[in-house]
């Protein structure tokens, strides 16, 4: 089992910043692949970046340049730090985790709980 809490997000302005923590917990060998996800009202849950085990990185068309995910494996925490943040990236930001690498497909086993991010105009 691992457990996958997020926190960083919040409300921001066009253009700002925000940097989110994943921290993992319980058996790492199952969260040896990494990905950050983002639900909107009304929208299906979307891939935004992933990370595999040998800190290979995969990006959404639309947040590439923008984003970066990074991982610290000593405190078994995933980040994601977001860039020149635009309106529509508002959504819950999820963080979730597997032992096989779903890349942006939302297959992953494990997932948290999400965290809000609200950018506005």
């Known amino acids: 089992q691992v457990q996958l809490v997020e926190s960083g997000g919040g409300s921001v302005q066009s253009g700002g910043s925000l940097r989110l923590s994943c921290a993992a917990s319980?058996?790492?060998?199952?969260?040896?692949?990494m990905g950050w996800f983002r639900q909107a009202p009304g929208k299906e849950r979307e891939g935004v970046a992933a990370?595999?085990?040998?800190?290979?990185?995969s990006y959404a068309d639309s947040v590439k340049g923008r984003f970066t995910i990074s991982q610290d494996n000593a405190k078994n925490t995933l980040y994601l730090q977001m860039n020149s943040l635009k309106p529509e990236d508002t959504a819950m930001y999820y963080c979730?985790?597997?032992?096989?690498?779903?890349?942006?497909?939302?297959?992953?086993?494990?997932w948290g709980q999400g965290t809000q991010v609200t950018v506005s105009s």
């Open positions: 979730a985790a597997d032992q096989i690498y779903w890349w942006l497909l939302p297959n992953y086993n494990y």
């Open positions: 319980g058996d790492t060998y199952s969260s040896s692949y």
């Open positions: 990370i595999d085990s040998d800190g290979s990185t």
